[in-house]
């Protein structure tokens, strides 16, 4: 394993580091590649396992969600939208029954909306062939949805749907006039200096160094790394390193990025899986130990990212799976030993 040389000013942490858990990821045959950075009071350690490197970009997925979470509460802040009001309002005739779904259930997955990425041929977790460098519209991500009928009715229940943050880059855009890429940047990348992190678009590479992500296409591994990943757009299409999502959390979490009282909105999480609750573009963990650890996990074909920080310690890991493994008890002690 290579740590992050001298120029990347790597400071030994004083919580441990599981590099044993990190190589046991490639060496067990569970990921072709992995890397980590933990950051903490102390200074960051990173390293990398496999092809990968410490410092490689890697596809977030759904991480990407808290960054349009965030700049829909920035939007809240400076009250032009309102959570509890319904999304009919800012957006008419987009979402059906939507002057019965609010703002606050599009982004804690409570809408009850149909996850239009559960649709043969519209999940970036699957193999699509050819169609993987298609263009998609965030309209014709709705349209997939809003042929099936909802899961159950607003804040009935709770279900994990993609189309939610398609709706909720469209409020972006409808409210501020601009791309909700274009915010992301202005919010948020460009005042924290986040200059590794992307919205690509249509864009199918990622920069380098990255590590390849692979998928099983007929009994045999193939080169998944180029998509087009606008069929998640903002549910998921953005880029990113281990260094800049770990500043990205601490920034948010650390009050930085939300007045007190929106970040308190945001964390107001609810039971969702026995695994993790969630808030507004937040998910809070529950290790074995005890204790709770606050972020976003995001998967894309060949890519699996967790993001998860404690009151002083942020880490960042990010895998390219291989088939047919379940690394959850080695991701269990990986995070227990940084956390617990």
Sequence with gaps: ????????????????????????????????????????????????AGAAQPAGYFRIGSVTKTFVATVVLQLVDEGRVALDAPIERYLPSVVPNGQNITVRQVLNHRS????????????????RGAERFRHYEPEELLAVAFQHEPYFDPDA??????????????LIERLTGHSYGAEIKARILTPLR??????????????????????????????ATMMNPSLDWAAGEMISTAQDVNAFFAALLGGRLLSAETL??????????????????????HLPCGRSIEGHSGQLLGYTTYSLHGTTTGATLSYNPLPNTDPATTLISLFGTIYC
């Design 157 to 170: 229940g709770w279900h994990y749907s993609n189309t939610n943050y398609v709706i909720a880059g469209l």
């Design 112 to 127: 009850g909306i149909y996850d239009y990425a559960h649709d043969d041929g519209y999940s970036t977790n699957r193999w």
């Design 264 to 285: 308190a909105e945001m964390r107001g999480y609810r039971e969702a899986t026995p695994l993790f609750d969630y808030g507004l573009g937040l998910q809070r963990f």
């Design 1 to 48: 394993m290579n740590f992050l040389s001298a120029t990347l000013a790597t400071v030994m942490i004083g919580s441990p580091f599981p590099t044993a858990q990190l190589d046991e990821l490639v060496t067990s045959g569970a990921a072709s590649a992995a890397l980590l950075t933990v950051d903490d009071a102390d200074g960051r350690e990173s390293d990398a």
């Design 194 to 223: 986040l200059a590794h992190t992307s919205v690509p678009g249509d864009r199918p590479g990622l920069p380098r160094p990255h590590a390849l992500g692979y998928a099983e296409v007929d009994g045999h591994l193939v080169d």
